[in-house]
């Protein structure tokens, strides 16, 4: 099996819909052993999500914007297992005024929280779980591709993702001695409760699956498993050298300039041509 006897930390589990479950239930099928993370009032949800996957796994306590629960949080770890395979970071909030139109109106307080929460997670998490990585090992953040382009409405998260792009890299130089491998894996739009919170989500998914030339339903269970599939790859030992990298799992969408145009529509608008002219 893919994940056979790796021992990993998944974060981001609130629902069955959620990415980050998906990745936990593939994992385990893959032989994985799995802990999650979650604090205050999603604990509960978190917890119930964890009773649907087999074994159930233990949730720890991880509030990304308290600096003390990260050394709680390798302590815990360390006391539990010893070590640690693998992480998914899988982690995001942005306030509702620094979305959906508001990106020149934001106010500082706005921004620093969705950075905080966002990006320099990452880094915290990172920090913290690296000297549980015994013998290497991947993490692995998720991501929506902000490192060339601004999406309508997601404003000052799409400025926070090209920051967390920017943070796998300086983490892949600082870890890679370790044998750590860090990357982010853009996915194409998922209906999760996360998405759905993000203005103009539906106009993106109704768009997306029209471009990608390989199809993409957001709402399809062909959709998440693929970003699931991918994300334990990542986390295995089959991408040994890769680290650094942005993955994109989009069904092609992002190298395809705009949607398909039919030829015969085209001909249809074409305006008809006089036979008289030169």
């Known amino acids: ?20 479950f998906h990745v936990a239930k593939l994992a385990q099928q893959e032989g994985a052993e799995v802990l999650l993370t979650s604090f205050g009032r999603p604990m509960s949800l978190t917890q119930r ?7 159930v796994p233990e949730v720890l306590e991880l509030d990304v914007t308290n600096p003390a629960h990260f050394p ?13 395979d693998g992480v998914l970071h899988a982690v995001a909030f942005a306030p509702e005024d620094a979305l959906g139109g508001k990106f020149l109106t934001a106010p500082w307080e706005s921004v620093m ?30 991501d929506f591709d902000n490192s060339t382009t601004a999406w309508p409405l997601y404003d000052w998260m799409g400025v926070c993702k090209a920051g967390l792009e920017a943070t796998v890299r300086y983490l892949a130089r600082d870890l890679g001695s370790k044998q750590i491998r860090v990357n982010a894996l853009a996915a194409g739009p998922i209906a999760t409760i996360a998405a759905k919170g993000i203005p103009g989500f539906k106009h993106l ?21 693929a970003v699931a599939r991918t994300t334990c790859v990542l986390l295995s030992d089959w991408m040994p050298s890769t680290t ?7 069904g092609g969408y992002h190298a395809i300039g705009a949607e398909p145009v039919d030829p015969a529509i085209l001909a249809a608008a074409a305006p008809a041509k006089d036979p008289g002219a030169a």
């Open 1 to 20: 099996m893919l994940l056979q006897g790796k021992k990993l930390l998944i974060t981001g589990v609130l629902t069955p819909a959620s990415i980050a």
């Open 49 to 55: 999500t964890a009773k649907k996957l087999s074994p």
């Open 72 to 84: 709680a949080l390798h302590d815990a770890i360390k006391q539990r297992w010893g070590r640690l």
């Open 113 to 142: 929280q969705a950075f905080r929460v966002s990006t320099f997670s990452l880094k915290e998490l990172a920090a913290a779980t690296a000297p549980l990585f015994d013998k290497g090992g991947g993490i692995v953040t998720l």
């Open 205 to 225: 998914e109704d768009k997306w699956g029209r471009q990608a030339p390989l199809g993409w339903d957001a709402r399809s269970e062909a959709s998440i498993a």
């Open 244 to 250: 650094g990298e942005l993955v994109r799992v989009d």
